[in-house]
């Protein structure tokens, strides 16, 4: 029965990791939620499948494990949320970008580094005085 | 009391801080305050060297053993007064000096911060917090040196500071560590130095300690750091680069002397490396036409010279360098002051334009004229007994080393000719730019200072004065440090006349040809320009560091600058292989399929055919519909484990993200498998089976229990505890509540970030993006081969 549902796992978690290295956006989305659907899975099978009774105290016991229900029961609730959250930005950034193609989004930390810096230089120094009014860093005043 | 006069400054600098708004520039008096309990200790001074020295204890963090422990030497006690001494007349010069515009709540706070950390950096005697108050100093004084963030020279300068006087702190951590550990103890004090001597880490402690005492004291070659240092303040640069933090090395090498000076290593690598930077140093400072960097490269070659004479580890050595020590805080915080006030009231520091300055600022001239004697070795300043002793001690070492000496103060003496030239009339030959210039930032009109900045060097002047006609009076003060320093022993006195000596002969030599030097200035000046290299220390600081920009941004640009999925392939490849590991090592459990109850089949075979379904469906509607199979076959697990409330809210959540789904395809485009080429494919398929079986794997690995279960104690307590009869809920709001607070706040808070994402409707971009150089269009474009660039286009159409 566990042996089963590691297999099961292994499939839904596999989709998930599939869909999630996809270029199309909407399948993004749809490969998380497969992995979170074997997340949650996982935290039921590791603690022990078991067929007893639920863990209500007003029927006679022995019961199955509370702790991984309750854990789950917070993983269902954060996964919709993120999944909704993605969506959004999914939908969000089809809308700037104008395609759903993932690896077209531009990254703009490729950019080169300008490294034409201003120099210490003990040579050839400024005058001692602050500078704060012709302050060509106009951001440097109000940060 | 010693731990008071460490964490006072830090206490007036929050205040300063408050106070900077209402006080503006007055904040300097309450300032200065913070220098009080500093200056008390001379009190105790008094007694030194006969009094046992105070020790304070307060604990800290006991495990790594690290505890407030300040001691109360001679040596630490005299150093402390020098800081609070110089740290309150730089708190009062900068009064009268700074501009009215200036951030003083930025700038006495860093002020007092910095001086908190070398009062704690001089007094303690615990290692791990004298590595920590070392740090301190360079964060402090890398603030203090960028305060006028807004130039590039500023930043640029504070930056070089920071990186090498951090490469040095790396290094006094080992030694701290290394220290620690073959010692027996991390106090300074109690170190078992038998034991130290003894151990194999004692010549990797040495060396190490040799690191951070040389980049602090800014020694060759990492002398490159104080000169460009001198971007901060002039009132900073007269505490920081004269008298205080580049003598943390100094003093590293004093109070580290007694236990490495054991080994000839130690003399035989800091007598040479202080000599050479003091020759260095000299020469660099005859070359230069602003006074502030004449100073600042002034300083570099005193502090080699006391870096010699401390390295020497003898008694002569030790004397001599403590008295040094005290002459040159006195003349060069002067001197610093007296170049501020030559730039406040004249609105240059550039040699060739400022001349005949003794008319127009008398007062200024008399210090300056007295310091700059002092730094020369001249009688009867004190300058030039502690220089007598120098001689006699590198007389005693050996013929080379007493040239180099010489070479040296020959040198000194010609730049302290130079900077005294401003005061009187000199030829000066003017470029049309320089002239322009003269124009634009020299005033005509030149007045005497205030007292607020003439009287803080009157009084260092004084003290060199005295030092010279009352020798008696540096004796007095160099003898409180005997006992600290074991030089207790060495019975010469300080005097003016010794007699016609070697050392007395030496001296005349030294100023005959250091004028020759000023007399030839000009060939001289020449000939310094010609053998010149192309090269040096600054050129290969700014080649390594711009290499380390290129090499960084390179890395980044190829592992953070690639697309989504190629980053998530990167973070897969390494999550599988780590895990991959993890799993290898730990040992399997297979149960037999065999015993399943038949009402299981069904569920799996609605996980599964959900998973193949989307995998094959082409159209967006059907991908969705078929995710909800593995959705409900999910509440169905639940349900026939036995979890009737995960069922229900999986249910729902499902219902709920299917609907999501259907109100957002009005937006989105279908669903479409864009080609992955072979390669792509091939690896992504590997990725995902190899994520699929890591993950069967790591369920199969986790079936055993390693610790009894915890769940027993909620079964048992959920009623009696929580009064609820269903475990999950009272677990839930009861026992995990803020986990359950903190889930809802998420919800709400991805509410509003999707209502508020909603609301941009169907707008494109709103604005033009901030960085012009940054046009997304062209690094599309760049990415995107043009194919594939049209049939987006087409299909955006449709």
Same mark, same amino acid.
């Given at each position: 029965?566990?042996?089963?549902?590691?297999?099961?796992?292994?499939?839904?978690?596999?989709?998930?990791?599939?869909?999630?290295?996809?270029?199309?956006?909407?399948?993004?989305?749809?490969?998380?939620?497969?992995?979170?659907?074997?997340?949650?899975?996982?935290?039921?099978?590791?603690?022990?499948?078991?067929?007893?009774?639920?863990?209500?105290?007003?029927?006679?016991?022995?019961?199955?494990?509370?702790?991984?229900?309750?854990?789950?029961?917070?993983?269902?609730?954060?996964?919709?949320?993120?999944?909704?959250?993605?969506?959004?930005?999914?939908?969000?950034?089809?809308?700037?970008?104008?395609?759903?193609?993932?690896?077209?989004?531009?990254?703009?930390?490729?950019?080169?580094?300008?490294?034409?810096?201003?120099?210490?230089?003990?040579?050839?120094?400024?005058?001692?005085?602050?500078?704060?009014?012709?302050?060509?860093?106009?951001?440097?005043?109000?940060? | 009391?010693?731990?008071?006069?460490?964490?006072?400054?830090?206490?007036?600098?929050?205040?300063?801080?408050?106070?900077?708004?209402?006080?503006?520039?007055?904040?300097?008096?309450?300032?200065?305050?913070?220098?009080?309990?500093?200056?008390?200790?001379?009190?105790?001074?008094?007694?030194?060297?006969?009094?046992?020295?105070?020790?304070?204890?307060?604990?800290?963090?006991?495990?790594?053993?690290?505890?407030?422990?300040?001691?109360?030497?001679?040596?630490?006690?005299?150093?402390?007064?020098?800081?609070?001494?110089?740290?309150?007349?730089?708190?009062?010069?900068?009064?009268?000096?700074?501009?009215?515009?200036?951030?003083?709540?930025?700038?006495?706070?860093?002020?007092?911060?910095?001086?908190?950390?070398?009062?704690?950096?001089?007094?303690?005697?615990?290692?791990?917090?004298?590595?920590?108050?070392?740090?301190?100093?360079?964060?402090?004084?890398?603030?203090?040196?960028?305060?006028?963030?807004?130039?590039?020279?500023?930043?640029?300068?504070?930056?070089?500071?920071?990186?090498?006087?951090?490469?040095?702190?790396?290094?006094?951590?080992?030694?701290?560590?290394?220290?620690?550990?073959?010692?027996?103890?991390?106090?300074?004090?109690?170190?078992?130095?038998?034991?130290?001597?003894?151990?194999?880490?004692?010549?990797?402690?040495?060396?190490?300690?040799?690191?951070?005492?040389?980049?602090?004291?800014?020694?060759?070659?990492?002398?490159?750091?104080?000169?460009?240092?001198?971007?901060?303040?002039?009132?900073?640069?007269?505490?920081?680069?004269?008298?205080?933090?580049?003598?943390?090395?100094?003093?590293?090498?004093?109070?580290?002397?007694?236990?490495?000076?054991?080994?000839?290593?130690?003399?035989?690598?800091?007598?040479?490396?202080?000599?050479?930077?003091?020759?260095?140093?000299?020469?660099?400072?005859?070359?230069?036409?602003?006074?502030?960097?004449?100073?600042?490269?002034?300083?570099?070659?005193?502090?080699?010279?006391?870096?010699?004479?401390?390295?020497?580890?003898?008694?002569?050595?030790?004397?001599?360098?403590?008295?040094?020590?005290?002459?040159?805080?006195?003349?060069?915080?002067?001197?610093?002051?007296?170049?501020?006030?030559?730039?406040?009231?004249?609105?240059?520091?550039?040699?060739?334009?400022?001349?005949?300055?003794?008319?127009?600022?008398?007062?200024?001239?008399?210090?300056?004229?007295?310091?700059?004697?002092?730094?020369?070795?001249?009688?009867?300043?004190?300058?030039?007994?502690?220089?007598?002793?120098?001689?006699?001690?590198?007389?005693?070492?050996?013929?080379?080393?007493?040239?180099?000496?010489?070479?040296?103060?020959?040198?000194?003496?010609?730049?302290?000719?130079?900077?005294?030239?401003?005061?009187?009339?000199?030829?000066?030959?003017?470029?049309?730019?320089?002239?322009?210039?003269?124009?634009?930032?020299?005033?005509?009109?030149?007045?005497?200072?205030?007292?607020?900045?003439?009287?803080?060097?009157?009084?260092?002047?004084?003290?060199?004065?005295?030092?010279?006609?009352?020798?008696?009076?540096?004796?007095?003060?160099?003898?409180?440090?005997?006992?600290?320093?074991?030089?207790?022993?060495?019975?010469?006195?300080?005097?003016?006349?010794?007699?016609?000596?070697?050392?007395?002969?030496?001296?005349?030599?030294?100023?005959?040809?250091?004028?020759?030097?000023?007399?030839?200035?000009?060939?001289?000046?020449?000939?310094?320009?010609?053998?010149?290299?192309?090269?040096?220390?600054?050129?290969?600081?700014?080649?390594?560091?711009?290499?380390?920009?290129?090499?960084?941004?390179?890395?980044?640009?190829?592992?953070?600058?690639?697309?989504?999925?190629?980053?998530?392939?990167?973070?897969?490849?390494?999550?599988?292989?780590?895990?991959?590991?993890?799993?290898?090592?730990?040992?399997?459990?297979?149960?037999?399929?065999?015993?399943?109850?038949?009402?299981?089949?069904?569920?799996?075979?609605?996980?599964?055919?959900?998973?193949?379904? #989307? *995998? $094959?469906?082409?159209? /967006?509607?059907?991908?969705?519909?078929?995710? @909800? =199979?593995?959705?409900?076959?999910? +509440?169905? !697990?639940?349900?026939?484990?036995?979890?009737?409330?995960?069922?229900?809210?999986?249910?729902?959540?499902?219902?709920?993200?299917?609907?999501?789904?259907?109100?957002?395809?009005?937006?989105?485009?279908?669903?479409?498998?864009?080609?992955?080429?072979?390669?792509?494919?091939?690896?992504?398929?590997?990725?995902?089976?190899?994520?699929?079986?890591?993950?069967?794997?790591?369920?199969?690995?986790?079936?055993?229990?390693?610790?009894?279960?915890?769940?027993?104690?909620?079964?048992?307590?959920?009623?009696?505890?929580?009064?609820?009869?269903?475990?999950?809920? #009272? *677990? $839930?709001?009861?026992? /995990?509540?803020?986990?359950?607070?903190?889930? @809802? =706040?998420?919800?709400?808070?991805? +509410?509003? !970030?999707?209502?508020?994402?909603?609301?941009?409707?169907?707008?494109?971009?709103?604005?033009?993006?901030?960085?012009?150089?940054?046009?997304?269009?062209?690094?599309?474009?760049?990415?995107?081969?043009?194919?594939?660039?049209?049939?987006?286009?087409?299909?955006?159409?449709?």
């Amino acid at each position: 029965m566990n042996s089963l549902f590691a297999l099961i796992i292994g499939v839904l978690v596999g989709t998930g990791v599939f869909l999630l290295l996809s270029r199309s956006i909407v399948r993004v989305v749809i490969g998380l939620a497969f992995i979170a659907y074997g997340i949650n899975l996982t935290i039921l099978t590791v603690a022990g499948l078991s067929q007893a009774s639920p863990p209500l105290l007003s029927s006679p016991g022995p019961y199955v494990d509370p702790l991984p229900q309750a854990l789950i029961l917070t993983a269902i609730v954060i996964g919709f949320a993120t999944t909704a959250l993605i969506l959004t930005v999914a939908l969000r950034a089809y809308q700037v970008a104008g395609h759903d193609d993932v690896e077209a989004f531009g990254d703009n930390l490729a950019r080169t580094v300008d490294s034409d810096l201003e120099r210490a230089d003990p040579e050839h120094q400024s005058p001692d005085q602050p500078d704060w009014e012709d302050d060509t860093l106009a951001g440097g005043r109000s940060l | 009391m010693l731990t008071l006069a460490v964490l006072f400054p830090f206490l007036i600098a929050l205040v300063c801080a408050l106070a900077a708004r209402i006080l503006g520039r007055r904040t300097g008096f309450l300032a200065a305050l913070g220098f009080v309990p500093a200056l008390l200790l001379a009190l105790p001074l008094l007694n030194m060297p006969a009094a046992a020295p105070a020790s304070e204890l307060t604990p800290w963090v006991a495990e790594i053993d690290l505890h407030l422990r300040f001691r109360g030497d001679g040596f630490s006690l005299l150093f402390a007064v020098l800081i609070g001494l110089i740290g309150t007349l730089a708190t009062w010069y900068s009064v009268s000096y700074l501009s009215a515009s200036e951030k003083f709540g930025r700038f006495y706070p860093y002020l007092l911060a910095f001086g908190g950390s070398m009062l704690g950096l001089v007094l303690s005697d615990n290692l791990p917090a004298l590595f920590m108050f070392w740090e301190m100093t360079s964060v402090t004084s890398f603030l203090l040196i960028g305060l006028w963030h807004t130039r590039g020279a500023a930043r640029d300068g504070a930056v070089k500071a920071f990186l090498i006087s951090a490469l040095g702190g790396l290094g006094l951590l080992a030694a701290v560590a290394m220290l620690g550990i073959a010692g027996g103890t991390t106090t300074l004090s109690q170190l078992d130095l038998e034991a130290v001597r003894a151990s194999p880490l004692f010549l990797p402690a040495l060396l190490c300690t040799l690191l951070a005492a040389a980049t602090k004291s800014a020694q060759l070659p990492f002398h490159l750091w104080l000169p460009t240092a001198m971007e901060a303040p002039t009132p900073i640069s007269a505490f920081l680069h004269s008298a205080t933090m580049v003598k943390a090395g100094v003093l590293l090498v004093a109070k580290f002397g007694l236990i490495f000076g054991a080994s000839a290593l130690w003399s035989g690598l800091l007598v040479p490396l202080g000599l050479a930077t003091l020759a260095w140093g000299s020469w660099l400072a005859l070359r230069q036409t602003d006074l502030k960097a004449l100073l600042a490269y002034s300083t570099v070659s005193q502090l080699g010279l006391l870096m010699s004479l401390y390295g020497l580890a003898s008694d002569e050595g030790r004397f001599a360098a403590t008295t040094h020590l005290l002459n040159h805080a006195a003349f060069k915080a002067a001197l610093f002051f007296v170049v501020g006030i030559i730039d406040h009231e004249t609105g240059t520091r550039e040699i060739p334009f400022l001349q005949n300055l003794r008319r127009h600022l008398p007062v200024t001239f008399v210090l300056a004229l007295l310091a700059t004697l002092s730094m020369a070795g001249l009688p009867p300043l004190g300058g030039f007994i502690s220089k007598e002793l120098f001689y006699e001690a590198m007389l005693h070492h050996g013929p080379a080393f007493i040239t180099v000496a010489v070479l040296g103060s020959i040198l000194t003496f010609a730049y302290c000719a130079r900077l005294l030239s401003i005061f009187f009339e000199h030829r000066r030959t003017l470029t049309p730019e320089m002239e322009a210039f003269r124009q634009q930032h020299v005033r005509e009109h030149i007045h005497e200072a205030g007292p607020g900045l003439y009287l803080p060097p009157a009084l260092l002047v004084g003290a060199a004065l005295l030092f010279g006609l009352v020798p008696g009076s540096a004796e007095w003060l160099t003898r409180t440090a005997s006992n600290s320093l074991n030089f207790g022993e060495y019975k010469e006195h300080l005097a003016l006349w010794h007699g016609v000596n070697t050392a007395l002969l030496l001296s005349v030599l030294t100023w005959l040809a250091g004028a020759v030097v000023v007399w030839r200035a000009a060939t001289f000046a020449r000939f310094q320009s010609a053998v010149t290299p192309t090269w040096n220390a600054n050129t290969v600081y700014y080649r390594l560091s711009d290499g380390l920009r290129a090499a960084a941004s390179r890395v980044v640009a190829h592992s953070q600058g690639l697309a989504l999925p190629d980053q998530l392939r990167v973070m897969l490849l390494a999550a599988g292989v780590m895990g991959g590991y993890a799993v290898w090592r730990s040992p399997q459990v297979f149960h037999s399929i065999g015993v399943l109850p038949l009402s299981l089949l069904p569920i799996g075979v609605l996980l599964i055919a959900g998973a193949l379904g #989307v *995998l $094959l469906s082409r159209n /967006r509607l059907t991908a969705v519909i078929v995710m @909800g =199979l593995t959705g409900f076959g999910s +509440a169905a !697990a639940f349900l026939a484990f036995r979890a009737p409330d995960l069922a229900l809210t999986q249910l729902l959540v499902e219902a709920v993200t299917v609907i999501l789904f259907l109100l957002a395809f009005r937006y989105l485009p279908g669903v479409r498998d864009l080609p992955r080429t072979r390669g792509r494919l091939l690896l992504d398929a590997g990725l995902a089976l190899a994520a699929g079986a890591g993950a069967t794997l790591l369920t199969l690995s986790s079936l055993r229990f390693l610790a009894p279960p915890i769940s027993p104690y909620y079964l048992v307590n959920s009623y009696k505890g929580g009064g609820g009869q269903n475990a999950v809920n #009272v *677990l $839930l709001v009861d026992f /995990r509540g803020f986990d359950t607070l903190g889930e @809802g =706040l998420v919800v709400g808070m991805v +509410a509003l !970030a999707v209502v508020s994402l909603v609301k941009l409707g169907k707008k494109g971009p709103t604005t033009t993006p901030p960085n012009p150089r940054i046009d997304p269009d062209k690094i599309n474009q760049e990415r995107v081969n043009p194919d594939r660039r049209v049939e987006v286009s087409r299909e955006t159409q449709n």
